[in-house]
């Protein structure tokens, strides 16, 4: 049926009333002719001037429907069909995938089937006019379900996708439809990129390199020649936890031997120098001239516990009142370290009054991957998923769920007729030739 979104808007029909009190009004009196004798025709001419009567009734039609049209279409005309269970469905096709199902999809449109694109707006598109450049970001999850909510329960869909992995995270819904999905994946395309580079104590550098495809996504690493790559300069300042700052440091010299990085380290408090991280182990206030990578020990009353985070044991920690991001919990779910704006805030201390971090090999695992952190492939990633992890048993269809409408824009349509009636109303004016008070033509 047909919906108006803007209905206030149809009080602009009301000025249909001025075409007809143009047409009214736009008529001529009758011009006098002098000829023997006019008192015969004297009642006659003004009867005839005195008469009112529309001439023209196309031309007015026309111009009343061009101001009612242009009332329809601010009003925003919808024409809406409620969607039932029993439709033939929708295809819900991602860009760039018709031409791997071209003759699956055209079959299922000859019998029915809608054809959607699959992005956020899920807008009806035509297989003559793809849409190309697929800029959603949005995991297929996501995306499919917030479309249950427009469809109604048990709707058939036919998902048309690529089969990238990246876009298939977070928990698979449970949809209240009936959906086929199909993945197509380009297996001879390879991504190789640059993830980072690092600087080595011989004076050249490491590069990182990423590599993906349709079945992998790895690593691989190459030495390549350098002109001038500064060292990772590090400061580890503290004034009264010398034990603190000593295992942090043999920790550091263990990262350095095992990849060979070229580290400058520093035990001087930072005045205003470039730092790529700075190891503030004291409690007194950190410098507001710093800049880089920032690692501090929280301030407040220590608490006495026994609990753990991974393989490290937690023996003292400062309970945390922050709303930064929290990094990482002890077993009791205390925050032991928390991040905000390139800061890390500890709330334990690397010594073994407070923990055991000192004494267990991961902290130099720890620090290398805050020092050299593996940058995720993001849209590098190639990696595909199998078509046989998308089938499954079919949703069982609830009856609960309200009626749903399928809505069609008719504002395109309303501009086109705008424009039929237009040339139509200008061509028939151009055309009409003028009359005189009698109806004839002017002389």
């Not at 279409?73 to 039932?84: A, D, I, M």
């Not at 190789?192 to 590599?211: E, F, Q, S, V």
């Not at 849209?379 to 078509?387: M, P, S, T, W």
């Not at 109303?425 to 109806?439: H, Q, S, V």
Request: charged fraction near 15%.
């Amino acid at each position: 049926m047909l919906q108006l979104l803007q209905p206030i808007w149809l009080f602009l029909s009301a000025a249909i009333i001025a075409p007809v009190l143009i047409h009214l009004w736009n008529r001529k009196p009758g011009k006098i002719l002098k000829i023997g004798s006019i008192q015969l025709l004297k009642t006659a001419t003004v009867r005839h001037a005195r008469s009112v009567r529309i001439s023209d009734w196309l031309l007015l039609l026309l111009r009343c429907l061009l101001i009612g049209l242009l009332a329809v279409l601010l009003s925003h005309p919808v024409w809406q069909r409620t969607l039932t269970r029993g439709q033939r469905g929708w295809i819900i096709l991602e860009d760039g995938a018709y031409p791997h199902f071209k003759s699956e999809i055209d079959s299922l449109l000859e019998s029915g089937c809608q054809l959607h694109r699959f992005d956020a707006a899920f807008n009806r598109i035509h297989v003559n006019h793809l849409p190309s450049g697929d800029t959603t970001t949005l995991g297929y999850w996501q995306l499919l379900k917030t479309l249950e909510a427009q469809l109604p329960a048990g709707f058939p869909l036919y998902v048309y996708s690529g089969s990238q992995q990246r876009r298939f995270y977070g928990r698979r819904p449970e949809l209240d439809l009936q959906v086929q999905w199909k993945v197509y994946a380009d297996n001879d395309t390879v991504n190789n990129w640059n993830a980072y580079t690092y600087p080595l104590a011989n004076g050249a550098a490491m590069a990182i390199t990423g590599h993906s495809g349709a079945a992998y996504t790895y690593y691989t690493r190459q030495q390549v020649p350098v002109a001038n790559m500064a060292p990772l300069k590090i400061c580890v300042y503290t004034d009264q936890y010398k034990s603190d700052a000593d295992a942090v440091i043999y920790a550091l010299q263990t990262v350095q031997q095992f990849t060979g990085i070229n580290l400058s380290i520093t035990t001087t408090k930072p005045a205003g120098e470039n730092y790529d991280w700075i190891c503030w182990l004291s409690d007194a206030a950190l410098p507001a001239t710093t800049n880089g990578k920032v690692l501090k020990y929280a301030t407040g009353k220590p608490i006495s516990t026994n609990a753990s985070a991974g393989s490290v044991g937690i023996f003292k920690y400062i309970p945390a009142q922050t709303s930064d991001s929290v990094v990482l919990y002890d077993t009791y779910h205390h925050p032991l370290i928390t991040y905000n704006n390139n800061a890390y805030t500890l709330y334990t201390h690397v010594n073994r009054e407070w923990c055991s971090l000192p004494d267990n090999g991961q902290f130099p695992e720890i620090l290398l991957h805050a020092l050299l952190p593996v940058p995720p492939a993001a849209g590098h990633d190639l990696r595909a998923v199998a078509a046989a992890q998308l089938t499954g048993p079919a949703a069982v269809a609830s009856n609960t769920k309200m009626p749903v409408n399928d809505t069609t824009d008719l504002q395109q349509l309303c501009w086109i007729l705008i424009f039929l009636v237009f040339a139509l109303e200008r061509y028939l004016a151009l055309k009409t030739p003028k009359t005189n008070g009698y109806g004839e033509a002017g002389i």
